[in-house]
């Protein structure tokens, strides 16, 4: 119902109007105030209505959407557009295609590699240096039952790494897939040929870019390099990037999610406390040991630790496999002992491949078949796979298969290889 007053109008007044009677009770100016007065009263009103009538048929918009969507068959309502709100996609994580493991920035993937030759021998060359750091090692016989290591590094950040020795045409084979600058100091005929005629990144013994520590214990295993050094030679050699055929690997759940499928008689012997002993139950370990058929110096025991999920590295001789850890500041070309501090060596992943393995032609240095196949066997998270390895080519990366010919992920972290000849051994 509407409320508003409106002005009562007699006979007397239409009269007056038709005969044209000027009202002498007011005067022109009144008159004129009051028919303002009327015709602004109107307009306020005319707008009230348009309002009123736009509120109405917006609430009647809105009740008709509703029942729309109500009542109308499903796939009906599902084909009626509705504003999209966009959302926030989470980034994909990067793996470093080295170790597996997740990379802070994706443009890490890319980063120079370099694989250094790194002696093993007892006359100076331990404890290496950095070697912590490397995501892949790689060990064979290099000479007279001595071992020796390709270690292979990616975003290194250890002020020393090294000694840096000669290269074997098998490391070769093994660091090409890794797209990697060669660090080393001379090295086999063949090999050299190989590496010059290649294409590769090729750090031989430079004193631009490498340092020679003071002798004393040392002797002649004393050629150092830094991560920072080896940094300024990929710059200055344009040698930027990388693109790494890498192992295929689990991801770090995928194995975590490996690792507690496990049965428990598969990884751990578990022994249960005496009764009343409150202390933590016993985790008795599995132990790997490899024999290279030569120096029992240099043959490698790994114990298992349930703690960390790594592989605990000395040699069957009782000695650990300590390793100086440097810092990560440039600390100028010192001598690691002066400046680092020794640790263990810890790897996530331990292989061994079975290779064919005779004496050069100088019955002094190795061949070794680094292309072709053989038996292996895969340590990670507990487990022991028994397997095999196959490389085709020299740019072809290393396959592990299991007894099903079905390729294994390994875990990721760093991974230790070792080149055991077929006339060696693997015990666990």
Known sequence: MDKTKHTEVTSEDLRKAFEGESSTEKSDKTH?????????????????????????????????????????????????????????????????????????????????????????????????SGINEAGVVFEAIAEAGITRFAAIYQNPTTSVIGPIRSLRMYYLEWDTPFNCTVVHAGGADDAIAALRAGGYGDLDESYTYMYRGTYGARRWNNLFTTSSLLKKYSADSGKNSSEVKGFTRMTPEESEKSRALASADEILDITTPAKGDTSKTSVKTPSITMNFGGVPNYNPHYEY????????????????????????????????????????????????????????????????????????????????????????????????????????????????????????????
């Open 32 to 128: 004129a105030k009051e028919k303002h007065k009327k015709s602004k009263k109107f307009s306020e009103d005319k707008k009230l209505l348009i309002f009123l009538i736009i509120g109405i048929v917006g609430l009647i918009g809105g009740v008709a959407m509703i029942s729309i969507a109500l009542f109308l068959p499903k796939d009906t309502v599902s084909s009626i557009s509705f504003p999209i709100i966009p959302s926030k996609t989470a980034e994909e994580t990067t793996y470093s295609p080295l170790t597996g493991m997740p990379l802070d920035n994706a443009d890490l993937a890319k980063s120079p590699v370099y694989c250094v030759q790194t002696p093993n021998g007892t006359d100076g060359a331990r404890p290496q």
């Open 305 to 428: 630790d349930v703690n960390t999920n790594t592989y605990v590295r000395s040699y069957t001789s009782g000695v650990s496999h300590d390793v100086y850890h440097c810092k990560a500041e440039d600390l100028g070309k010192k001598n690691p002992e002066d400046v680092c501090t020794l640790g263990q060596l810890t790897p996530s992943v331990v292989i061994a491949m079975m290779v064919a393995e005779r004496r050069a032609s100088d019955n002094y240095h190795e061949n070794i078949d680094a292309i072709g196949s053989g038996d292996a066997y895969i340590f990670q998270n507990g487990t022991a796979i028994k397997g095999a390895w196959k490389k085709t080519s020299r740019e072809d990366q290393i396959k592990f298969t299991d007894t099903d010919g079905k390729e294994i992920k390994l875990a990721p972290g760093q991974t230790f290889i070792s080149a055991v000849p077929n006339y060696g051994s693997v015990e666990y």
